[in-house]
């Protein structure tokens, strides 16, 4: 078998690079609310101002609309999808819980690995919130914070999709998650639940450590249900 030269691995590496920082650019002007939603986003338009050929913005729109955050229309091209409705927020919240209690249930008894593994991603959101929090108390509202912030969040409920050992259950849970973007979207006025959701957070690590008197299932079931009642009010407030 002829191997490949180092040149043509070495340009796809650099063109994953550069499709993923186009994401992460068109990402962040979505969630900082500057585009309306049903605004079109023009590829040429995009590639000019992120100095950057047509190929990876259009890479970018493709995986963004998959997270349910860009339309595309035939002949018409990509718009800003407008943020989930209540039905659509009750339904994703109605398959958040049946994933994330069936990991947790999957995931017990926990071992040393997941119980230290969990204690550390929950030390992280903590300190992400603190950190939005002081940005609220100071009357900013930080689009960084906030993403790092709700990136912790998901990073403490994938520890318990992987341990839960059922690869099936993992890839359902990425490809609903992508749909938490648009979730999201309301949050860019300020995080309101930040102290409801860390302390739900560390009731399902205590559970995992076999402290309180909720089981694990009974803990992640405990905390969806509060971030689907919070999510919910929020979404009607507008």
Do not use: W
């Not at 994938?158 to 648009?182: D, I, T």
């Amino acid at each position: 078998m002829t191997m490949p030269s180092h040149p043509a691995p070495r340009r796809g590496v650099e063109r994953r690079g550069l499709r993923d920082h186009v994401y992460e650019l068109i990402l962040e002007l979505l969630l900082s609310g500057e585009v309306e939603p049903g605004a079109r986003l023009a590829i040429d338009t995009i590639a000019r101002q992120l100095d950057v050929s047509p190929t990876p913005v259009r890479e970018a729109l493709v995986h963004l609309e998959r997270t349910g955050l860009v339309t595309r229309e035939a002949l018409k091209g990509y718009r800003v999808a407008p943020p989930l409705g209540s039905e659509e927020l009750a339904e994703l919240f109605e398959a958040r819980l049946v994933l994330e209690t069936a990991a947790a249930r999957l995931a017990t008894p926990a071992g040393p690995d997941l119980v230290a593994q969990l204690g550390e991603a929950q030390q992280r959101h903590r300190e992400a919130g603190e950190r939005v929090v002081e940005a609220l108390d100071a009357g900013r509202v930080d689009l960084a914070l906030t993403t790092e912030y709700f990136a912790a969040d998901t990073d403490f409920h994938a520890v318990v999709f992987r341990a839960c050992g059922n690869r099936y259950l993992v890839g359902m849970s990425e490809s609903l998650g992508a749909q938490l973007h648009r979730m999201r979207q309301s949050a860019l006025r300020g995080v309101t639940d930040v102290h409801e959701a860390v302390a739900e957070h560390a009731a399902v690590a205590d559970a995992f450590r076999g402290l309180g008197e909720l089981t694990p299932e009974q803990a992640m079931e405990r905390h969806i249900v509060g971030v689907r009642t919070r999510s919910l009010a929020q979404a009607r407030r507008g």
